[in-house]
C-alpha cells in the first residue's frame, strides 16, 4: 500500500470527538451501526459481519481493540492497529473507523449512543456473557438495540495467524515509519551518524572454539563416539565481539574486560587490536581465559567442553573496573553480562554508580547456561534480554509475550526495552506520557535467508545502542537494530555487521515497499 493510498484511506478513521461531531446526537436521519473487535487478521467471517451489519443501517463504523488491550493469545496483535484500521477503511461499506483505547467498547457506545451494536452470532449461542450483558445495559439506557449477525461462518484470526503467518512485515515498518513522521531517508541518515561515538563495553570475554571433526563410529565395548580430527577454528565471542560489532559499525570502542594468563589472552588482545578495539584487558593469573569449544561432527555439535572459572572477580579488580569505568569519557556504555565472574549482585551496583553521568547506560545479560537478571541492571536507557531471559527474571512462564514485556519495562525502570523474540522480530517498549498509544510496538524480523542465527542479538544490541545515543529515537533505533540482527542471521559465524551491509538491508527493505 503506497503512501498516497494509505493517506486516503486514513480520512475514514476518526477520533471520538471528530466522529462524534459527523454522526450527531440522537435521533438522527441516517441510522447507525457499530461494530467492535480485534480483527487481527480480517476474514470471510468478518466480511460476512460487516456485511450483514451495513445492511441493517445507513452508516457503519467499525471499531478496533487497541493493541495495549489484547492478551488473549502468545503474539497478538499480529497486525498494529493503525494498520488494522487501514484494513478496515479499505472496504466500501465500512463508514468510519475508530481505535478504541479502552478495553470495552463501553464508553464508546455511552458518548456516540449508535443505534445498533452488531455482535457475532456466537456471543448469543449459549446465554450471554456478563460482558455482553453489561454493552446491552448500555444500549438500553439510551434505546439502542443489539444485533446478532448470522455464524454460519466462522473463522478465528488467531488460529489463520498460527497456520500461516502472513508476511506483512513491510507494510508494519511503513505504518510504523509513517506514524513517527519518519521515512526511509531517516534509516539511511542514522548510519554516518555512528561513526566516531566513543564507547565503553563492559563484560565477560568467551573464546568459542569450533572443534570439526568425522565421524568414526562407536566403540563395541563401551558407549563411546569416535571421531578423527580435522581443525580447529577460534572465534572471540561473549563481549569481545558486541566490541568487534560497534567497532565496524564506526564506533570509538574500549573494551575492559577480565582475561587469564594464557595463550587465550594473547589471541584476544591480537584479533581485538587488529580490529581496531581498544582493549583494556586486567590480567587474572588465578582463572583461565574462558573458553567454549564445540566438538561438531557432521554439521552436529556433539559435545562442548567448557574452561572456565565462575567465580566473582576480587574486590581489587571490581575497584580497577571502577576506576577505568568512570576514567572513560563515553557516550555510550554496555555492560555485556555472560555471568562468567564479572557482575553478580556484589560488582553491578559500584560498577553502575561509576558510569559517567552524561553517557547512555545499555545492559544486556545473558543466562543461556548461567544465571543472571536483567532487573540488576536498574534504571538503564536501554535493556535488550529476549523472552526467556525475561521470564527468568520476572519468574513468569505463564504470561502472554505483551504484558510479560509491559511488567518488565515497569520493574527495570529503563527507558527503553528491546524484548527480542527470535524468528518473531523484536518488541519495543519505550517510556512514555500516561495514556500514550505507542508505548510499545512490533518490529517483525528482517532476516532473509537464515544460516546461523547465533550472534544476532549482539548486532542488535551494538546497533540499537549506538543510534539511540547518535539520534535519541527509540523506533530508528529498534529498525536499525533489527535490520542488524537480521544480516548477522545470514551469516556463517558471528560475524561482525557493517553499516554497508545494513544499508544494502534497507536499500532492499525500499525495493519492497515500492513493489521492486
Known amino acids: 500500500m503506497d503512501s498516497a493510498t494509505r493517506k486516503q484511506l486514513g480520512r475514514k478513521i476518526k477520533t471520538l470527538d471528530e466522529l462524534y461531531s459527523i454522526i450527531g446526537p440522537r435521533p438522527r436521519e441516517k441510522k447507525v451501526i457499530m461494530c467492535h473487535g480485534t480483527f487481527d487478521v480480517v476474514h470471510p467471517g468478518h466480511l460476512r459481519h460487516l456485511m450483514y451489519a451495513k445492511s441493517k443501517a445507513d452508516i457503519l463504523i467499525a471499531s478496533l481493540t487497541a493493541d495495549a488491550h489484547i492478551a488473549k493469545a502468545h503474539f497478538r496483535p499480529y497486525v498494529p492497529q493503525d494498520l488494522r484500521a487501514l484494513n478496515l477503511a479499505a472496504f466500501e461499506i465500512v463508514d468510519y473507523v475508530i481505535i478504541d483505547p479502552n478495553p470495552t467498547p463501553l464508553e464508546h457506545l455511552r458518548i456516540l449512543q449508535p443505534d445498533y451494536f452488531a455482535k457475532g452470532y456466537e456471543y448469543a449461542n449459549g446465554g450471554l456473557h456478563p460482558k455482553t450483558q453489561e454493552e446491552v445495559a448500555v444500549l438500553e439506557s439510551y434505546g439502542g438495540e443489539m444485533i446478532f449477525t448470522p455464524g454460519d461462518v466462522v473463522y478465528s484470526s488467531s488460529h489463520l495467524i498460527d497456520l500461516a503467518p502472513p508476511d506483512i512485515r513491510t507494510e508494519k515498518l511503513m505504518m510504523l515509519l509513517d506514524g513517527e513522521g519518519l521515512s526511509f531517508r531517516d534509516l539511511y541518515e542514522c548510519l554516518p551518524r555512528l561513526s566516531g561515538l566513543k564507547v565503553h563495553v563492559v563484560g565477560d570475554t568467551i573464546v568459542d ?99 572456565l572459572d565462575n567465580r ?44 559517567p553521568s552524561a553517557a547512555l547506560r545499555v545492559a544486556d545479560s545473558q543466562v543461556a547456561s548461567r544465571w543472571g537478571n536483567i532487573l540488576e541492571f536498574q534504571g538503564f536507557d536501554l535493556i535488550t534480554p529476549n523472552e526467556r531471559e525475561a521470564r527468568f527474571a520476572l519468574g513468569d512462564q505463564d504470561s502472554v509475550v505483551r504484558p510479560l514485556a509491559t511488567e518488565l519495562h515497569r520493574r527495570a525502570h529503563c527507558k527503553t526495552l528491546i524484548l527480542k523474540l527470535g524468528d518473531r522480530g523484536i518488541l519495543t517498549y519505550r517510556t512514555r506520557p500516561e495514556g500514550d498509544p ?4 512490533v518490529i517483525d524480523s528482517f532476516a532473509g535467508h537464515v544460516r546461523d542465527a547465533v550472534g544476532a542479538g549482539d548486532a542488535l544490541l551494538a546497533y540499537a545502542a549506538l543510534t539511540l545515543a547518535a539520534t535519541g529515537n527509540e523506533v530508528l533505533a529498534s529498525v536499525i537494530g533489527s535490520m542488524a540482527a537480521g544480516i548477522e542471521c545470514e551469516f556463517d559465524g558471528n560475524q561482525p555487521v557493517t553499516p554497508d551491509n545494513v544499508h544494502k538491508k534497507i536499500s532492499d527493505i525500499e525495493r519492497e515497499a515500492n513493489y521492486g
Do not use: Q
Not at 571421531?227 to 573494551?255: M, P, W, Y
Not at 505507542?438 to 510496538?441: A, E, L, N, P, Y
Open 209 to 307: 572454539t569450533l572443534t570439526n571433526c568425522t565421524m568414526i563410529g562407536g566403540i563395541t565395548k563401551t558407549p563411546t563416539i569416535s571421531v578423527r580430527f580435522g581443525n580447529k577454528e577460534d572465534f572471540v565471542g561473549g563481549a569481545g565481539i558486541v566490541a568487534k560489532h560497534l567497532r565496524a559499525a564506526g564506533a570509538d570502542v574500549t573494551f575492559t574486560t577480565v582475561l587469564g594468563d594464557d595463550a587465550y589472552r594473547d589471541f584476544v588482545l591480537d584479533d581485538l587490536r587488529s580490529f581496531g578495539v581498544n582493549v583494556n584487558a586486567i590480567i587474572d593469573e588465578t582463572r583461565p581465559t574462558t573458553n567454549k569449544n564445540a566438538i561438531v561432527a557432521g554439521g552436529y555439535r556433539l559435545l562442548k567442553v567448557d574452561t
Open 312 to 355: 566473582s572477580i576480587s574486590d581489587k579488580i571490581v575497584e580497577r573496573f571502577c576506576n577505568d569505568i568512570a576514567a572513560h569519557k563515553s557516550d555510550v556504555v554496555v555492560f555485556s553480562d555472560f555471568r562468567h565472574g564479572i557482575f553478580n549482585r556484589h560488582t553491578i551496583s559500584p560498577m553502575i554508580e561509576a558510569i
Open 438 to 441: 505507542r508505548t510499545f510496538f
